[in-house]
């Protein structure tokens, strides 16, 4: 079985096991079966060799407290032949199993061995977890209740165009916060002072708004670190204060404002069905984790089918106490944004035997 337990760690301990928690209904089952289940897994980016930073021991200590008796190989990418997707390594790993499970949905926009490699020499299905998360997730992409209202945060536009423009192409409303509302709001002639720009994406943002300007929604107003201020450290000193869309030199947006939550938690309150993904601001910083705070309590309190997208943005919902008031939690990040843009994922077509190199 091919899992993503690739959780985060602080000081060597499991900072949020969600992702094992959520590998247990298919472990279960197989378990159910009668099978004899060894799990697999990458943690981290140990770029092709053993690294002891990136040992799965950790998770293997949890995953022995849940699941007794499931076996789980060491770190996959200690092994280049993990990310070069080496025939040979497909065929150490497949080695002696009658079976493959992919129940891996964050890992599964990556063409590795461990995910489309099984699929074409053993019978191989996929987990509950990925199941689960493709219904969901295909779900918004065609056929969601209206009105329907994607959020959208995080450092760059770059990073998100191709996820903005499918979203632009189902939603009825997408709202945007993050570092990239500065590259949107330069790109509507404001002064966004020294905020995270992108200057080569301001053409793109203002086609963008351009186009479909009645649907795309940015802040109104900002909350601003002065000069000499700095993140994380309110000692640095610096003034924190709410501004319009007009930032003065020197100082930097780092949250969205309170205009701007009160109107993003109205427009997610009449929603049928929400999408987030990417905090509105620095959340880790409580100075400007209010923007994100709102958001994640109004996705929280709306009647509408919600669906919260991996990584910054499940974490801070688990920060505000909130993961358990959303419909949907997705364990994958990178995974579930490709999966809205593209419609398909590498391990989904190698388990449909579609997979080509
Ligand atoms: C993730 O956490 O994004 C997935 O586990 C995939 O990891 P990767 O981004 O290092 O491929
Ligand atoms: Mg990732």
């Not at 089918?305 to 419909?327: I, K, M, R, W, Y």
Request: hydrophobic share 45%; net charge negative; charged share 20%.
């Amino acid at each position: 079985m091919r899992a993503d337990f690739n959780v985060p760690l602080r000081d060597g301990e499991i900072a949020d096991d969600l992702r094992i928690r959520a590998a247990l209904p298919t472990i279960e089952w197989l378990l159910g079966q009668g099978a004899q289940v060894t799990a697999c897994t990458h943690l981290g980016r140990p770029k092709g060799r053993p690294d002891p930073r990136y040992s799965v021991a950790p998770v293997r200590a949890r995953l022995a407290e849940l699941a007794p008796g499931v076996e789980l190989l060491e770190n996959l990418r200690y092994d280049p032949g993990e990310e070069a997707n080496d025939p040979a390594f497909v065929a150490r790993l497949i080695a002696g199993f009658d079976a493959y499970v992919n129940d891996a949905f964050g890992a599964s926009h990556r063409a590795h061995a461990s995910i489309v490699g099984p699929p074409q020499f053993l019978p191989s299905a996929a987990g509950r977890l990925l199941a689960r998360e493709v219904d969901v997730l295909l779900g918004l992409r065609t056929d969601p209740r209206r009105p329907f209202v994607a959020i959208l945060g995080g450092s760059k536009v770059s990073d998100k165009l191709k996820v903005i423009e499918a979203l632009l192409g189902v939603a009825d409303q997408l709202l945007i916060g993050g570092g990239m509302c500065f590259t949107f709001l330069a790109a509507q002639g404001a002064s966004i002072g020294d905020s995270l720009f992108e200057e080569d994406m301001v053409g793109t943002c203002r086609s963008l708004l351009d186009e479909h300007g009645d649907r795309l929604v940015l802040p109104s107003d900002i909350t601003a670190l002065g000069p000499g201020g700095e993140l994380m450290r309110p000692e640095a000193g610096g003034d924190v204060r709410q501004v319009g869309t007009s930032l003065p030199p020197g100082w930097k947006g780092v949250d969205i404002g309170p205009g701007s939550a009160a109107d993003f938690g109205d427009r997610i309150a009449e929603a049928r069905t929400v999408f987030w993904n990417g905090p509105m601001g620095v959340f880790e910083d409580p100075r400007f984790e209010a923007g994100t705070r709102a958001v994640a309590q109004a996705v929280a309190d709306t009647s509408g089918f919600t669906v919260v997208g991996g990584g910054d943005s499940a974490a801070a919902l688990a920060q505000f106490g909130l993961a358990g008031e959303v419909d949907h939690v997705s364990t994958g990040g990178g995974a579930s944004l490709e999966l809205l843009e593209q419609g398909d994922l590498p391990g989904l077509a190698a388990l449909r035997g579609e997979w080509k190199a």
